[in-house]
């Protein structure tokens, strides 16, 4: 597609549901990134995928976050019995390669009730 | 870690003052730098990448500058206009750990620019 496409847009989960986030990144880009981002802050890393690998998941913040890319393309991002902290909005970025530029998706805000 | 630092956090104007906003790195060993554009609730917009071979980058009324010994890049805004308001990110993109690349935000200038 034309840009990076997440969904949902919103999503309102209940403490405890797991939820799952969709990333549809660039066709062709092999670079992809997960972001979480508070409010009033700035976008921390999460995980990375060059193609199918999941190079780097130093970011993730527990156990109850678990991200794959069984294809090399669509990203899924699924967060496991969610707690209020995990409230915040999720940002996808994909890029061609390794040293150039991305683009990010509107991405998805999650309310945990 | 690396460590991206953007002063000033807030920044609030008349229309058509010329402003500079910061982004500071502590890693000289840098592959790129990005800016970027946030509306409330919105995603990220590219403005402008810098590349660690360049200097500066010029789009429309927008200006980057790199200083790799300092650490330091610029966004220039020429005559500011009530649309520039949103916050502004700078991205820091350099070599990690595994070989990974993971770009690195600072916390962002919120910009208002009022009639």
């Known amino acids: 597609g034309a840009g990076v496409s997440q969904s949902p847009r919103y999503k309102v989960a209940k403490r405890g549901q797991d939820v799952a986030l969709r990333c549809d990144p660039i066709s062709g880009h092999v670079s992809l990134f997960w972001y979480q981002q508070a409010l009033g802050q700035g976008p921390e890393f999460l995980t990375y995928?060059?193609?199918?690998?999941?190079?780097?998941k130093s970011g993730l913040p527990s156990d109850r976050f678990f991200a794959e890319r069984p294809e090399g393309s669509v990203s899924t991002l699924k967060i496991q019995r969610t707690q209020q902290e995990d409230s915040a909005v999720y940002l996808c970025?994909?890029?061609?390669?390794?040293?150039?530029?991305?683009?990010f998706g509107s991405g998805t805000r999650l309310t945990v009730v | 870690k690396q460590e991206v630092t953007q002063i000033p956090a807030a920044l609030s104007v008349p229309e058509g003052e010329n402003l500079v906003l910061n982004c500071s790195f502590t890693?000289?060993?840098?592959?790129?730098l990005q800016w970027f554009r946030q509306d409330p609730g919105k995603g990220l917009t590219s403005l402008l990448l810098?590349?660690?071979?360049?200097r500066e980058q010029t789009s429309g009324r927008l200006n980057a500058s790199l200083d790799k010994s300092s650490g330091r890049s610029t966004l220039y805004i020429a005559a500011s206009q009530p649309g520039d308001s949103a916050t502004y990110l700078c991205?820091?993109?350099?070599?990690?750990?595994?070989?990974?690349?993971?770009?690195?935000f600072g916390r962002g200038t919120s910009l208002i620019v009022h009639p």
């Open positions: 890693d000289s060993a840098i592959y790129n």
């Open positions: 810098i590349q660690s071979s360049q």
């Open positions: 991205a820091f993109r350099g070599p990690a750990s595994g070989g990974s690349y993971i770009p690195t």
């Open positions: 970025a994909s890029s061609i390669g390794t040293s150039g530029g991305y683009t």
């Open positions: 995928f060059q193609n199918e690998a999941q190079l780097d």
